[in-house]
Nanobody, 117 residues
């Protein structure tokens, strides 16, 4: 099984930036798609971004143009560069990796991002 560990969360002022990292260990393939979702208190988990094994990225409308996802297959890590942060970006951010045959999704423990002045 694969294990995911997120890091990089913290407190940042509106307009600031943070970079989140997610390290994968265990059984893991570079061809697997990975991504980020977030969950704010009292709200449902929201998908944020994803990246395929071919480095193709997709973003939620709410973060497109502000967030950038990348992956380093040699290190089995993905990052989420978050710029121009807004208070509504405050949430626990979770990294995930998807597998197929069987279809599964593995989540990390999450890292808290708080955007406040």
């Amino acid at each position: 099984q694969v294990q995911l560990v997120e890091s990089g969360g913290g407190l940042v002022q509106p307009g600031g930036s943070l970079r989140l990292s997610c390290a994968a260990s265990g059984t893991f393939f570079s061809t697997n798609a990975m991504g980020w979702s977030r969950q704010a208190p009292g709200k449902e988990r929201e998908w944020v971004a994803s990246i395929t094994g071919g480095f193709s990225t997709n973003y939620a409308d709410s973060v497109r143009g502000r967030f950038t996802m990348s992956r380093d297959n040699a290190k089995n890590t993905v990052t989420l560069q978050m710029n121009s942060l807004k208070p509504e970006d405050t949430a626990v951010y979770y990294c995930y990796v998807t597998s197929y045959n069987p279809t599964t999704t593995t989540w990390g423990q999450g890292t808290l991002v708080t955007v406040s002045s």
